[in-house]
């Protein structure tokens, strides 16, 4: 399998981003892009400069927030989230690189409510794959992929970004 390349992915994301954001009357002086670490930070700071925000880039950090402590135990490496404007009452863009089970999104937002009461949240996915767990969906995303049994996708970054495809053990 061919995967697509990243500046494909983020041309689309952004095409059906801008879609989304003018289809909900979006204003662009309340939205703040808030990327999951470590993969959804860095095609946040793609999509921050392509959109031209004013409002700083916040990340979220959702180890503390997972359900799969028992099976998987805290994650290393665990970072401070850092949420540089008010989350009450504003737009927030949540933008994770890969979307599957739903279970980050709602760590994440989880932990997003503890700073606040957004007036909305939307979510981008640079991918979508199948295997939802939960009934959590972008908003916009670059592509939608099927993978063969035992297959997972890797985003490695931050510069350049690529795409791999890894073999589960």
Not at 106 to 124: M, Q, T
Request: overall charge negative.
């Amino acid at each position: 399998m061919t995967l697509p390349e990243i500046p494909a992915l983020l041309d689309s994301l952004e095409a059906r981003l801008e879609l989304c954001l003018d289809r909900l009357a979006v204003e662009r002086d309340r939205l703040a892009l808030v990327g999951i670490h470590t993969g959804g930070v860095w095609v946040a700071e793609q999509l921050h400069g392509r959109l031209g925000l004013p409002t700083p880039l916040g990340t979220l950090d959702i180890g503390f927030w997972r359900d799969d402590f028992d099976h998987q135990g805290l994650p290393e490496g665990i970072r401070a989230s850092e949420l540089p404007f008010a989350v009450e009452g504003r737009d927030i863009l949540l933008v994770d690189d890969v979307i599957m089970s739903g279970r980050t999104i709602r760590a994440a937002l989880n932990e997003l409510f503890d700073y606040g009461r957004p007036r909305r949240v939307l979510l981008a996915s640079l991918l979508s794959l199948p295997g939802r767990e939960l009934p959590i969906q972008p908003d916009a995303c670059g592509a939608e992929l099927s993978l063969a049994p035992g297959q997972r996708v890797k985003l490695q970054g931050p510069d350049p970004l690529t795409l791999s495809l890894v073999e589960r053990r």
